[in-house]
């Protein structure tokens, strides 16, 4: 059993930065792979970017590559969502999810554990 909570989420303006965290509960941390997803609403849940278990491969939605970047400190069972030159259309709910699956995913059903998500919000 995994429990995640993530933080950092806020009211930033257009352009602006935020750096959300998702703390695990898990002694296995290392064991999982790691994903947030965000949800705006009226849409679907999507992915938004993936860290293999011990952090060597990361993979970014389109969307946002070259602007979020992934991280993760197994030591301190961690991991963090840089998000920089946030855009109005950043806004959702975002969410960290653990796969027990050795390769790293971008299909939200093979999370096995989620958050509970924290709110971005981008103002123009």
């Known amino acids: 059993q995994v429990q995640l909570v993530e933080s950092g989420g806020g009211l930033v303006q257009a352009g602006g930065s935020l750096r959300l965290s998702c703390a695990a509960s898990?002694?296995?941390?290392?064991?999982?792979?790691i994903g947030w997803f965000r949800q705006a609403p009226g849409k679907e849940r999507e992915f938004v970017a993936v860290?293999?278990?011990?952090?060597?491969?990361?993979y970014y939605a389109n969307s946002v590559k070259g602007q979020f970047t992934i991280s993760r400190d197994n030591a301190k069972n961690t991991l963090s969502l840089q998000m920089n030159n946030l855009k109005p259309e950043d806004t959702a709910v975002y969410y960290c999810?653990?796969?027990?699956?050795?390769?790293?995913?971008?299909?939200?059903?093979?999370?096995?554990?989620w958050g509970q998500g924290t709110q971005v919000t981008v103002s123009s």
């Open positions: 898990a002694r296995t941390f290392s064991s999982y792979a």
């Open positions: 860290i293999t278990r011990i952090g060597g491969s990361t």
């Open positions: 999810a653990a796969s027990r699956r050795s390769m790293a995913t971008m299909n939200r059903a093979d999370y096995d554990y």
